[in-house]
Nanobody
Framework: QVHLVESGGALVRPGGSLRLSCTAS????????MGWYRQHPGKEREFVAA???????NYADSVKGRFTISMDNAKKTVYLRMTSLGPDDAAVYYC?????????????WGQGTRVTLSS
């Protein structure tokens, strides 16, 4: 079993930056990829970014060039650096982990961390 805990959500001004973190615990040796999803009120959860243990990265078109995902593979901690934040980036961000070389979304989710844009 894997447990994920996110942190870093905050109130930020439009155009600002933020870094989210997610740390895995439990059977972390089984994890081969981690990623981020987000959910806007009343909408389905959507893919944001992902990184595998070999360093391959993928991004949603809406965040390419603004968000950067990275991972400390030994610690199974994943980060999401977000810049040039806009209203559409306000959401609850969820960490996700894939084990045993499965597909995204993996079986494990964090509890979510909220990013709010100030008016």
């Amino acid at each position: 079993q894997v447990h994920l805990v996110e942190s870093g959500g905050a109130l930020v001004r439009p155009g600002g930056s933020l870094r989210l973190s997610c740390t895995a615990s439990g059977n972390i040796r089984s994890i081969n990829a981690m990623g981020w999803y987000r959910q806007h009120p009343g909408k389905e959860r959507e893919f944001v970014a992902a990184i595998s243990d070999n360093g391959n990265r993928n991004y949603a078109d809406s965040v390419k060039g603004r968000f950067t995902i990275s991972m400390d593979n030994a610690k199974k901690t994943v980060y999401l650096r977000m810049t040039s934040l806009g209203p559409d980036d306000a959401a609850v961000y969820y960490c996700n982990a894939v084990d045993d070389y499965g597909n995204f979304p993996g079986a494990y989710w964090g509890q979510g961390t909220r990013v709010t844009l100030s008016s």
